[in-house]
């Protein structure tokens, strides 16, 4: 899906036999993506500016932004996908069947180390074949040295960091993570109940009141969405409340303290260190490398840039 948009001819990097990266950038958006993968491959976006959101047919949303790692395998369970521009990170693209000997020679240097690629394709099906990773401390860890790199090393760095991940959801601490079956009707009552959560972001959402709506009792509630989502429901409406400032944040002039209402913080000071903790910069100066970003990619534009 991104690999076709990714980098221009040349730019990619062959770190092993079946795995390549670019550094991804699309200055203009939104820009719908093409729902489009080969079969048995796979896409890791180390997203550092901007955001993807991929549409599932059920109408529910995942959306990768900056500091987080946007897992793709299967695209058909998805309706629509887009990116929110300036789009900026490293592009990891994979072809399972190339990569296989470089993994098995990768474990092998490591003491045989166990990696279960079956239980991450299981992990990744009952996700829908998209998962977003972080923030997690891996993810933070993972950010924070690619920072520190050329910018000609963080292709190879983000394929290595994609092999750990891949051993990271092989673990069975990850397998119990896998979410039951669920019924239909549970099903719809957890999207309608999403959906109205996405649509009053500056009100306070308990799970009382969420269950309620759902017509569930509040361990059933709490227990199914996790299935569903992956994410409890206060992390998963924390993420949100983070992604919409962050959006807000690029899109408008409202002040820091305007946002943080709305998107449900009473305290400014709540706010900054929630986003922060998601983001790891500040409301003032994300919105600042939002502004230089723009006028990068302007300044680019009318000079004839191109991206890389």
């Given at each position: 899906?991104?690999?076709?948009l990714?980098?221009?001819?040349?730019?990619?990097t062959q770190?092993?036999?079946?795995?390549?990266?670019?550094?991804?950038?699309l200055e203009?958006?939104?820009?719908?993506?093409?729902?489009?993968?080969?079969?048995l491959?796979f896409?890791?976006?180390?997203?550092?500016?901007g955001?993807?959101?991929?549409?599932r047919?059920?109408?529910s949303t995942?959306?990768?932004?900056?500091?987080?790692?946007?897992?793709?395998?299967?695209?058909s369970?998805?309706?629509?996908?887009?990116?929110?521009a300036?789009l900026?990170?490293?592009l990891?693209?994979?072809?399972a069947?190339?990569?296989?000997?470089?993994?098995n020679?990768?474990?092998?240097?490591?003491?045989?180390?166990?990696?279960?690629?079956?239980?991450?394709?299981?992990?990744?099906?009952?996700?829908?074949?998209?998962?977003?990773?972080?923030?997690?401390d891996?993810?933070?860890?993972?950010?924070?040295?690619?920072?520190?790199?050329?910018?000609?090393?963080?292709?190879?760095?983000?394929?290595?960091?994609?092999?750990?991940?891949?051993?990271?959801?092989?673990?069975?601490?990850?397998?119990?993570d896998?979410?039951?079956?669920?019924?239909?009707?549970?099903?719809?009552?957890?999207?309608?109940?999403?959906?109205?959560?996405?649509?009053?972001?500056?009100?306070?959402?308990?799970?009382?009141?969420?269950?309620?709506?759902?017509?569930?009792?509040?361990?059933?509630?709490k227990?199914?969405?996790?299935?569903?989502y992956?994410?409890?429901?206060?992390?998963?409406?924390?993420?949100?409340?983070?992604?919409?400032?962050a959006?807000?944040l690029?899109?408008?002039?409202?002040s820091?303290?305007?946002?943080?209402?709305?998107?449900?913080?009473?305290?400014?000071?709540?706010?900054?260190?929630?986003?922060?903790?998601?983001?790891?910069?500040?409301?003032?100066?994300?919105?600042?490398?939002?502004?230089?970003?723009?006028?990068?990619?302007?300044t680019?534009?009318?000079?004839g840039?191109?991206?890389?």
């Amino acid at each position: 899906m991104l690999a076709e948009l990714g980098g221009k001819p040349g730019s990619w990097t062959q770190v092993m036999p079946g795995a390549r990266a670019c550094l991804f950038s699309l200055e203009a958006g939104p820009l719908p993506l093409p729902l489009r993968l080969e079969p048995l491959h796979f896409e890791a976006l180390f997203c550092l500016s901007g955001s993807v959101t991929l549409t599932r047919r059920d109408g529910s949303t995942l959306t990768a932004g900056a500091r987080q790692v946007l897992l793709i395998t299967d695209l058909s369970g998805l309706s629509a996908a887009g990116a929110d521009a300036p789009l900026e990170g490293v592009l990891v693209a994979v072809d399972a069947r190339g990569a296989r000997e470089s993994l098995n020679t990768i474990c092998g240097l490591l003491g045989n180390l166990s990696l279960d690629t079956g239980q991450v394709r299981r992990w990744m099906a009952v996700r829908g074949g998209c998962a977003v990773e972080g923030p997690t401390d891996w993810s933070r860890a993972a950010f924070a040295n690619l920072d520190r790199l050329p910018p000609g090393e963080r292709a190879r760095w983000c394929v290595w960091k994609s092999v750990e991940l891949l051993y990271l959801l092989s673990t069975p601490e990850r397998a119990a993570d896998a979410p039951p079956a669920l019924n239909r009707e549970v099903v719809r009552a957890l999207a309608e109940t999403r959906r109205y959560m996405e649509g009053h972001l500056d009100e306070q959402l308990t799970i009382p009141v969420l269950s309620r709506r759902a017509c569930l009792s509040a361990t059933t509630f709490k227990s199914a969405f996790r299935a569903l989502y992956g994410r409890p429901v206060h992390t998963w409406l924390r993420e949100k409340r983070m992604e919409r400032a962050a959006e807000l944040l690029r899109r408008t002039d409202k002040s820091v303290l305007d946002i943080s209402q709305a998107v449900g913080f009473a305290s400014p000071s709540q706010f900054g260190a929630n986003f922060l903790r998601q983001f790891g910069v500040t409301p003032a100066k994300y919105r600042k490398m939002s502004v230089s970003a723009e006028i990068t990619a302007e300044t680019g534009r009318q000079g004839g840039g191109e991206s890389v």
